[in-house]
Structure formats: structure tokens, C-alpha cells
């Protein structure tokens, strides 16, 4: 989609997937054999037609370059998946939050001159075409539109937490809550943001700009972003992420893994192995 720039957040340090990460970004930590976890994201992108790819790396990121150095390229003048390390460009120090990585980079943004912003994560399993996220975001008119997934209640407080109404729009919002809001009628399930977000570009650019005046923020789309939108009475609205559909795919098969504990990626590794595997490696 030629109006809409992606950018992946890829610095991440991923603690809790020690040892496995002593010596590489979580997003470069090898996946089913051959992959890297950071494959899952580009091949989204670039199967929902995204070919103007940012990815904003950090943390001990030689192996995650050398890997997109050598297995990523798009065709065409105008496409690029492009590594851009971590800048310094509000001061003398690198990237203090998600939404300050964003921030030290937004003259990419204003540069693409693009209607809409994809900002994804680059540290989950998952298949999803972006392009029915997008065409939400534009028919409700929404500022923001967050990815969102059910949970169990138990795993709820590891993620960003929707409440929304029968139209799909936000009316709350609670960051890793200790206890967390679950979906009515479903006690023993929450929904969680994903950590995918489809921004129109006049409102994250805005956004950010607020957000780096505030000295007490910790500038993350979780904790400050999205929060203060809510408060300002922006648009936001919830997509989901069950409702996607991928060629090829069974319906209502909707798999997402966020593999930030040794447990959950060992689980996502077995998920591949199985006899009908709920993620499907092989479908072009």
C-alpha cells in the first residue's frame, strides 16, 4: 500500500529469553529452524504489499543486520527494507522508550510523506494481512488502530489491556494492570493490544511531539501514548485480529504467539511440529 510507511521496532533486549539472548536482539533469536523471529513480521508486511520497511534496531544488533543484510530485499525503485540504527537525535542518549524510538526517527516519517503508519513489533509469531487493518483504520476514520487479541485472564498482565464497545472503539485502556478488566460475558478472558499499531501519520507526529515536551513520561506508546490520545478524546479503535483472513488459510485460525518467556517460545517451536500445525510454514 503505497500511502502507508511501516516501521519495526527491533531493539528489544528480551531479558526473560536468557540465555538465548546474550549476544543478539530478541528479534534475531532463531525460530523453527531456519527463521528468525524478526521473519514473521517482514513477511507480513511484505505480503500485504508494504514495500517501505523501517527497521529500528538497537540491542546487540550485528546478527539481526547480517541476517537482513542477507536474506531480505524488495524489488523496485521505490520499495526498500532498511536498517536504521539507533540515533541520538534528541540528545545523548539512545532510545528511552517505544515511542522515543519512533520519535529519534521522524524525519523518516516526514520524509515518506505517507497518510498512515504501521508501527509493528518485531518480537511475535504470527500471520497477518495488514492491509484489512488498514482498510478498518480508513472506513472508521480512527486516529489510532490497535491489533488486539484475547487472552487468558491469568497472562493478561504481560500485555496492554482494550476495553471497547459494540463498534469496535476504545473506551479503555489499562498497561499492564495487575488486575485486568476481562471481556464482558467472558470472565476468564481479557483483550490484549498486540502491540500493533496503525497511526495516522498527522496524529502520531503530533503525538510524539507532545510526548517529548513531557519530562516526567517514559515515552512508550503503552504507558504515555495511547493513555493521553484517550484523554485528548481521539479516535481509537480496536482490530480484530481474529477477523483476519489469509489466502490459503483456514478460517478462524488465527494464531499469535508472543514468545517473551523461554515457556512460550518453546511451545511456539512445538506448535510448528504438530500434525495440522495452527501456523502453517509452507503456504506461499
Not at 498486540?194 to 515515552?219: K, P, R
Not at 495511547?226 to 485460525?253: C, H, R, V, W
Request: hydrophobic share 35%.
Amino acid at each position: 500500500m503505497s500511502r502507508s510507511l511501516a516501521m519495526v521496532l527491533a531493539g528489544g533486549r528480551g531479558s526473560r529469553l536468557g540465555p538465548l539472548t546474550c549476544h543478539r536482539a530478541k528479534p534475531a533469536v532463531p525460530f523453527g529452524g531456519r527463521y528468525r523471529i524478526i521473519d514473521f513480521v517482514l513477511s507480513n508486511l511484505v505480503n500485504s504489499d508494504h514495500r517501505r520497511v523501517y527497521v529500528l534496531t538497537q540491542y546487540m544488533a550485528s546478527s539481526l543486520i547480517k541476517h537482513l543484510q542477507r536474506n531480505w530485499h524488495v524489488s523496485g525503485m521505490d520499495g526498500f527494507i532498511e536498517v536504521v540504527p539507533a540515533q541520538m537525535r534528541r540528545g545523548s542518549f539512545w532510545y528511552r522508550g517505544t515511542a522515543d524510538a519512533i520519535a529519534q526517527n521522524m524525519n523518516l516519517i516526514r520524509d515518506s510523506r505517507a497518510d498512515l503508519v504501521a508501527i509493528f513489533g518485531g518480537d511475535h509469531i504470527y500471520k497477518m494481512d495488514l492491509r484489512q487493518m488498514e482498510e478498518q483504520h480508513l472506513d472508521t476514520g480512527a486516529d489510532l488502530t490497535i491489533a488486539a487479541c484475547p487472552v487468558p485472564i491469568e497472562e493478561a498482565s504481560r500485555f496492554g489491556v482494550l476495553q471497547v464497545d459494540d463498534r469496535g472503539r476504545i473506551v479503555g485502556f489499562q498497561e499492564k494492570p495487575a488486575n485486568p478488566t476481562p471481556i464482558p460475558g467472558r470472565p476468564d478472558t481479557c483483550l490484549a493490544s498486540m502491540g500493533n499499531y496503525v497511526f495516522s501519520t498527522d496524529v502520531l507526529l503530533n503525538a510524539l511531539h507532545d510526548d517529548d515536551e513531557q519530562e516526567d513520561s517514559s515515552h512508550d506508546f503503552g504507558k504515555d501514548i495511547i493513555p493521553t490520545l484517550m484523554e485528548q478524546g481521539a479516535s481509537l479503535y480496536a482490530y480484530d485480529f481474529g477477523a483476519n483472513t489469509i489466502d490459503g488459510e483456514p478460517k478462524g485460525n488465527a494464531y499469535w504467539r508472543d514468545v517473551g518467556t523461554i515457556d512460550s517460545y518453546v511451545q511456539a517451536n512445538m506448535d510448528v511440529r504438530s500434525r495440522v500445525p495452527n501456523l502453517n510454514l509452507y503456504n506461499r
